[in-house]
């Protein structure tokens, strides 16, 4: 697989390092990226070698949300097209959550928006006490929608509540108390911590852990086919509001919007 906004390392142990590599953009999600990571997810799914992925972001910040360039053709598009890019991303999210490999994020600087959505999909979560989240989705009159299914599995309904409705950004300590986060370390420390628990899934059986995470996933909330063209269909009708038109136009034009 080629491509400019991902890189792919693994090592003798059979650890891959999934690095999102668009550190100008602060490794916003563009239509690229979106389907560099579902390919990946199918490669390292495939790949008897691999054993555990470690998932980071290059530069200044883990995943800024939606690409600018790629926000801008969504407000363009018709409403056909901003579902197929709605299912796009969404199928990538699908894809990195049935992983049947551990998937541990590595979280620094800032994860907003479809950021928060990729580290809701890993299954363990350590992030440096300096980084930052937000669901600012509502700030710009639309909704988290694609990533809702995800974010919600992972901290629950009563906890997404005054995420999603206020788009408020919280520290490290505040998103570990949500629980979108394992643990919460010192920047210099973010590495050790990731290779300590590389190595305790290091030592489990290969298919174990597969079907361990399989058997979990069935537990848990269940999102199917059905809730996911429920949550794309919902965010298509958010784009068509006239608040969405004027949240989307005051980001692009740099003022606040009406609301403010």
Sequence with gaps: MTSQTIHIAIDERGVARLSLTRPEKHNALSAEMIDALTEAASDLRRDPGVRVVVLAGEGASFCAGGDLGWMRAQFDATRAGRIIEARRLAMMFKALNELPKPLIARVHGNAFGGGVGILSVCDMVIAAATARFGLTEVRLGIIPATISPYVIARIGEVKARPLFLSGKVIDAW??????LLSRVVP??????????????????????????????????????????????????????????????TAFFERREPSWR
């Design 174 to 179: 505040q998103a570990h108390a949500a629980d």
């Design 187 to 248: 920047e210099e420390a973010l590495d050790e911590a990731i290779e300590a628990e590389i190595r305790h899934f290091l030592a489990a059986s290969p298919q174990a852990a597969a079907r361990a995470k399989a058997l979990v996933r069935s537990l848990g909330m269940p999102i199917s086919d059905e809730l996911i063209d429920h949550v794309i269909t919902q965010l298509a009708d958010t784009w068509e509001t006239e608040e969405a038109k004027e949240g989307v």
